[in-house]
């Protein structure tokens, strides 16, 4: 499975949490290239199902 499927597959993955940020965003450090590219183009879609508490979290810790 590509990073970007794994990505993909984490926004499947409802809920969000603060873990997701953790792993979406340590998937986007691993890719590379165009596929950093389009995982990065997912992150308005993690931040969008998140609730504030762990947006602010997750915003704290540098992940959005």
Same mark, same amino acid.
């Given at each position: !499975?590509?990073?970007?499927? *794994?990505? *993909? @597959?984490?926004? +499947?993955?409802?809920?969000?949490? &603060? ?9 986007? +450090?691993? $890719? +590379? %290239?165009?596929? $950093?590219?389009? &995982? ?5 879609? &993690? &931040? $969008? %199902?998140?609730?504030? *508490?762990?947006? !602010? @979290? $997750?915003?704290?810790? %540098?992940?959005?």
């Amino acid at each position: !499975m590509t990073l970007l499927q *794994q990505a *993909q @597959q984490l926004l +499947k993955q409802t809920p969000y949490t &603060i873990q997701t940020c953790r792993d979406f965003a340590h998937l986007e +450090k691993r $890719a +590379k %290239g165009q596929e $950093a590219d389009q &995982i990065a183009d997912l992150l308005p879609a &993690i &931040i $969008a %199902g998140l609730d504030q *508490q762990t947006h !602010m @979290q $997750a915003f704290d810790e %540098g992940l959005v």
